[in-house]
């Protein structure tokens, strides 16, 4: 079993407040979980307007199929939502068999 997650720094642009910051990460997260069919969350910077992380995770057989799902979500964040600046990613991977 493959373990996969991957957690992005996002730069929104021109937010006001939390309520308007939930009004776009909402259909983001909805739209990564749909997509990719991982879970999608989000994972920090929940007090700042214009700040968050966001985090994906999947559970899979194959490692390669991991990387494909989490290479999939952040190649969706960058082209496809123009509302957010992706500013980094980290991701790791860790089998069922690491101690």
Request: glycine share 8%; hydrophobic share 40%.
């Amino acid at each position: 079993m493959w373990i996969g997650w991957i957690e992005f720094d996002i730069l929104l642009g021109d937010v006001h407040s939390l309520k308007e910051k939930r009004s776009i990460i909402r259909p983001i997260i909805a739209d990564l979980s749909r997509r990719t069919e991982a879970a999608a969350a989000e994972v920090g910077a929940q007090d700042l307007h214009r700040r968050t992380m966001i985090g994906v995770s999947i559970v899979a057989t194959h490692a390669g199929h991991v990387g494909e799902v989490l290479d999939q979500a952040e190649r969706m964040l960058a082209e496809q939502h123009p509302e957010i600046t992706l500013l980094s990613s980290r991701r790791g991977l860790h089998s069922s068999g690491d101690d």
